[in-house]
């Protein structure tokens, strides 16, 4: 199995961090979070539009060298739209330019007047990325350390080595002062949350997510809210349709073997298939390359959302683990 991928590159400089330059604004992580996740939450405001389907080509089967037959079948003609040429994330620099689209961002809520003025300049979309500070990271079922631990993580897993990661959906501050996170938990069923001690843990503000539209076979980048890149992607088949939902990026890696049947990078989400169960690691979908561009533009696969290798290393060069991922019909 290769080593995970690291990421070197962090969040691009977006205009949250050009702003914080220029003001010299003092904003806590927790602040920024209070302010984003109890008016604007993005994992909360996700437009609804077309996707839902499941699969399950289980990015530790990629890990641990995938087949180089394509495993979701070959699809018909590929529905190709143009490409920027891949990009690196050592030497990426500056913020991808559309070159595919010129649709509108999501539609999104009135800004509230609790959020800073930096924040109102970003839009509001931002996201918060939550990783343990401790081992395990106990998942409470509710904000309380005398309730239910429902899952444990340890700071990387111990079979593949991924650094654990969570997306915050929400927070609340108990009556004792304690801080809490609310975030999607990558286990079954789909969409699991928990709650986590804010000392527990660390944050970092995210300012991408993606959306993915499983009948328009099309995936979409956002950077602060706006679109800024549009790929054209393969989805589940009917007998093993990708889940929709809202999920975020779990684990990514690159998988030794670009040729083979997952391309040269994997990246796994919090869903897993419905129908998959018996898969390795429980049938987890992925956002990964392929050896089969023919099957891009159809709905061919076992529940993973399939790029071009070219897209995908592009795409891989932005983003990173944490970064939420909405799914609709």
């Known amino acids: 199995m290769q080593t995970p991928h690291s990421s070197s590159h962090g969040f691009r400089k977006s205009r949250l961090v050009r702003l914080l330059a220029v003001t010299g604004a003092a904003v806590t992580i927790a602040g920024l979070a209070l302010a ?6 993005l994992l909360g405001r996700a437009t609804n539009a077309n996707g839902s389907e499941s699969e399950s080509n289980p990015l530790t089967s990629a890990a641990a060298g995938a087949s180089s037959q394509d495993p979701g079948g070959s699809g018909g003609a590929p529905n190709v739209a143009s490409e920027s040429p891949p990009t690196s994330r050592a030497t990426t620099t ?20 609790t959020l800073t003025a930096l924040q109102k300049a970003a839009g509001g979309a931002l996201s918060i990325v939550v990783r343990p500070a ?22 990387k897993d111990k079979k593949y080595g991924f650094p654990a990661v969570f997306a915050a959906v929400g927070q609340k501050t108990t009556p004792d002062g304690t801080l809490w996170y609310e975030v999607y ?37 956002y950077e602060e809210g706006q679109l800024v890149r549009t790929y054209p992607i393969a989805v589940g088949k009917g007998s093993a349709p990708t889940p929709t939902g809202d999920f975020f990026i779990s684990n990514e890696m690159q998988t030794g073997n670009p040729g083979g049947a997952y391309g040269p990078i994997a990246m796994g989400i919090s869903a897993f298939s419905d129908v998959l169960t018996d898969w390795p690691e429980g049938g987890q979908v992925g956002i990964h390359g392929t050896n089969s561009r023919s099957s891009i533009g159809n709905s061919v696969s076992h529940g993973c959302i399939r790029l071009y290798n070219e897209s995908i290393v592009e795409l891989a060069a932005t983003i990173d683990p944490g970064t939420p991922v909405f799914i609709r019909e």
């Open 36 to 41: 984003i996740l109890t008016s604007t939450s």
């Open 94 to 113: 500056t913020t991808v330019v559309p070159t595919t689209t010129t649709s509108a961002a999501p539609t999104t809520t009135t800004t509230p007047t």
């Open 185 to 221: 938990v990558p286990k079954r069923p789909n969409m699991t949350k928990g709650w986590v001690l804010a000392s527990d843990v660390t944050t970092t503000v995210n300012p991408y997510y993606l959306q993915i539209y499983l009948g328009a076979h099309r995936l979409e980048l």
């Open 134 to 155: 401790v081992e395990p990271l106990k998942i409470y079922k509710s904000a309380s350390t005398t309730a239910e631990v429902t899952h444990s993580f340890p700071l």
